[in-house]
């Protein structure tokens, strides 16, 4: 593998985690209050010089991500240790490095990426919770798990998703391919499970809010085919709170040799 470019810097890949809820998404403001800000404060600490990241997949206001992808480029030589404990050194607790190591100089974050992984936790009980504020969605009325996992079987396959994407939403397509739509439930915690080639703005929120409405009634199981069909985000359910969402991961071909998001989810993924 080739790790330094013709100039002689080197193209370094970093996993982050972070929790979004006190940050204004993930990319640059003036204001300096987004992740992708701190990150590059914190490597530009470790290098000496200006960093710039580019990230596999931007995320909103309040999500978090377990495994965000990076890349950047640098003319100062660090082992990757260096960029792991230096970078967290300088970071907010509420964000740290997971892993880093060089990659091919053609190597970039977001165009190589194949498929996303979002995760969704949704607390179903009548009263909000305290101790998981900001980290969970939360919804009062009982919900039909049966029917919203037969709905969200719909969503699989390659589809136009325009009836689920934000009116600021800048992507060229709506059409995306839905490779897991799962949701199962452990106790009071309701998991949704997304992976597709790519996502729109606020399209897995727009999904859950989707998927909610036929879990509490208001909804027929078929409703999802039909704002498909429609692609009106208009007739959709109102976009589900940000706190329950996380980027869990990001797929790449294996010669990139990118840590897969399985290696790092917390035991609460996993149940």
Known sequence: MKVTNA???????????????????W???PHGQTVQD???????????????VHCAGRTDSGVHALNQVVHFDCPVARPPHAWVRGGNAHL?????????????????????????????????????????????GW?????????????????????????????ECQAKSAVKIMHQADIRQHEELIIFEFRANAFLQHMVR?????????????????SIAELLASRDRCQAAPTFSAAGLYLVGVDYAAHWNIPPAARIMPALFTI
């Open 7 to 25: 100039n002689g810097s080197q193209r370094i890949a970093l996993g982050i985690e972070y929790d979004g809820t006190a940050f204004h998404g």
């Open 27 to 29: 990319q640059s403001q």
């Open 38 to 52: 701190v990150v590059e404060q914190a490597l530009s600490q470790v290098a000496g010089q200006a960093i710039r």
């Open 92 to 136: 907010p607790p509420t964000v740290c490095v997971r892993w880093a190591q060089p990659v091919a100089d053609d190597f970039h974050a977001r165009f190589d990426a194949r498929s996303r992984h979002y995760c969704y936790l949704l607390h179903n009980h009548p009263v909000r919770p305290a101790l998981l504020h900001g980290r969970v």
């Open 139 to 167: 919804h009062h009325r009982p919900l039909s798990l049966e029917h919203m996992q037969t709905a969200a079987r719909m969503l699989l396959g390659e589809h136009d998703f325009s009836a689920f994407r934000a009116a």
């Open 206 to 222: 727009n999904l859950v809010g989707a998927l909610v409405a036929i879990g509490n009634g208001r909804a027929p199981v078929t």
